[in-house]
């Protein structure tokens, strides 16, 4: 799982406010640290298949997008695949 619990780990390009969902700036990946981690993998024969677990670990989003949260009390996106 790259996401498990309530915290968004990696970076990304498309979304870069994702992270700040991170349990901490210690707690994240940045993409060069994911190709190591491929690499390494590739080396030795294994193939890395990231899981997203959406819908249920997307409160961890409202930290980098509030807008997406209907309040400040209410910390679950209504609607995550929008």
């Not at 994702?18 to 190591?36: H, M």
Request: glycine share 4%; hydrophobic share 35%; net charge negative.
């Amino acid at each position: 799982h790259v996401s498990d619990e309530q915290s968004f780990p990696l970076q990304s390009k498309t979304f870069p406010r994702l992270w700040d969902g991170a349990y901490s700036p210690q707690e994240r990946y940045t993409q060069e640290d994911v190709a190591d981690v491929v690499a390494y993998a590739a080396a030795r024969g294994i193939r890395v298949l990231p899981e997203f677990d959406m819908p249920g670990h997307a409160a961890s989003w409202c930290a980098g997008y509030p807008e997406i949260c209907p309040s400040a009390q209410c910390k679950q996106p209504l609607n995550v695949a929008a």
